[in-house]
Nanobody
């Protein structure tokens, strides 16, 4: 079991920045990977999408559509992950979720946080 708690969302103007944080109940070294995903608010035709991931070994991956504006990183505490979002656009408005994948028994399981709302005004 991994409990995840996101924070840092809010309302920001277009062009602004936000830092999202995710605190896990386990050290990242115990996980397969952690990542940020986002789901547009109701009514949007877009589906949930992967934003960025990181592995315990330090492999960072940001989806191509975000790599010029978003940065994923790991905190010094070992159980914290960040997403720095710059030059935000109204289409970045979404609920951002933290996900952790961990092996339980013989199988990988995914755990999700409750999400944090990001709203970008034009």
């Amino acid at each position: 079991q991994v409990n995840l708690r996101e924070s840092g969302g809010g309302l920001v103007q277009s062009g602004g920045s936000l830092r999202l944080s995710c605190v896990a109940s386990r050290n990242i070294s115990e996980l397969i990977y952690m990542g940020w995903y986002r789901r547009p608010t109701p009514g949007s035709p877009r589906e949930r999408e992967m934003v960025a991931t990181l592995t315990p070994g330090g492999v960072l991956n940001v989806a191509e559509s975000f790599e010029d504006r978003f940065t994923i990183s790991r905190g010094n505490a070992g159980n914290t992950m960040y997403l720095d979002m710059n030059r935000l656009k109204p289409e970045d408005t979404a609920v951002y979720y933290c996900k952790a994948s961990m092996t339980v028994g013989q199988w990988p399981y995914d755990f999700w946080g409750g999400g944090t709302q990001v709203t970008v005004s034009s």
